[in-house]
């Protein structure tokens, strides 16, 4: 057996999406000062790094990442590689082979060699398109991973997100910000463990992947 770490570091200099603070790590208390315990103040955005959107991200009265399910964040799940220049669409899935009984889908990308690089934040980084996002949600994902800060493509504001609503009306869980350059296609066992944050729009979430 063996466990793949797909979660990114939490850091300072680590990139987020655009225009977003990074990640601030202060100290609170010190040994080296005298104090019993050294403990520090974290402060960063829950959509920073390797996180979870639930429903409520951008559906008002949507379901919470603390009330997330926990058989759609602990199960079997595919890793498919992609190494197109556009966006994940239907007509590309349908080609895939992936197997009907699939409940939980990764992509792997070229986004993946970004987390390596130190490079700022991408705009032009590879994601779902909204037919692959109708695609995921007609054959009953459970969850979908991205390896990189959103599972839609960069400037879909202005369409009113049309791939995270495709995804969300139905209950998909999303997982962004994936590390999978050292992880082959293939199947594994995903632990998710998304942090319980109180009516929370999005969880930071740590994320393992177990090879058989």
Do not use: Q
């Not at 939490?10 to 225009?19: G, L, Y």
């Not at 296609?185 to 995903?190: A, F």
């Amino acid at each position: 057996m063996k466990i793949h770490d797909v979660s990114l570091v939490i850091r300072p200099e680590m990139a987020t999406w655009k225009n977003e603070a990074g990640p601030k790590i202060e100290p609170l208390r010190r040994l080296s000062e005298g104090d019993g315990a050294n403990v520090s103040l974290l402060s960063f955005g829950n959509h920073t790094g390797t996180h979870v959107d639930p429903p409520s991200h951008f559906i008002d009265g949507g379901n919470t990442s603390d009330k997330l399910p926990v058989d759609a964040l602990v199960g079997p799940c595919r890793v498919v590689g992609y190494d197109g220049d556009t966006h994940i669409s239907a007509e590309w899935l349908d080609g895939a082979a992936i197997p009907e009984t699939t409940e939980r889908l990764l992509f792997k990308t070229r986004n993946s060699e970004l987390w390596n690089s130190g490079a700022p934040f991408h705009e032009d980084f590879i994601a779902l398109d909204a037919s692959g996002a109708r695609w995921c949600a007609r054959r009953g994902m459970k969850l979908v991973g991205v390896d990189y800060l959103s599972v839609e493509p960069y400037g879909t504001g202005p369409r009113a997100h049309p791939v995270h609503l495709a995804l969300l009306e139905k209950d998909v869980v999303i997982i962004e910000g994936l590390d999978m350059s050292d992880v082959a296609p293939g199947e594994y066992e995903l632990v998710c463990g998304a942090i319980k944050v109180e009516n929370g729009d999005g969880s930071p979430a740590r994320v393992f992947l177990i090879e058989r």
